[in-house]
């Protein structure tokens, strides 16, 4: 049964850093991309940023770009997100998501293109 449990969110204040991580189990990724999406509450699920399979090229959101950098280890079989600057605006569930098959260099930036969700884990930016 494949698996994807995030951790490291939490409560910070703006202009503060958090690195959530997330683990699968079942199965390796390391030539699928893997993704890191957010929703905060009364709002659509959306991209944050993706890393491709194999060859680990990475598209990240215009709202995060410069701000957060998303990494994988495959040894692990962890896929990172590290997030610096934090905003209010980041407050959202960040869910990490996975795609079954072997992926190109593209990014997948829609959640229909990914087969796997971890449960989420809360980040909640103050002012």
């Known amino acids: 049964q494949v698996q994807l449990e995030e951790s490291g969110g939490g409560l910070v204040q703006a202009g503060d850093s958090l690195r959530l991580s997330c683990v699968a189990s079942g199965r390796t990724f390391e030539r699928s991309a893997m993704a890191w999406f957010r929703q905060a509450p009364g709002k659509e699920r959306e991209f944050v940023a993706t890393i491709t399979g194999p060859l680990g090229n990475t598209y990240a959101a215009d709202s995060v770009k410069g701000r957060f950098t998303i990494s994988r280890d495959n040894a692990k079989n962890t896929v990172y997100l590290q997030m610096d600057d934090l905003k209010p605006e980041d407050t959202a569930v960040y869910y990490c998501?996975?795609?079954?098959?072997?992926?190109?260099?593209?990014?997948?930036?829609?959640?229909?293109?990914?087969?796997?969700w971890g449960q989420g884990t809360q980040v909640t930016v103050s002012s």
């Open positions: 998501a996975a795609i079954a098959g072997v992926t190109g260099p593209y990014p997948y930036t829609q959640p229909p293109n990914y087969d796997y």
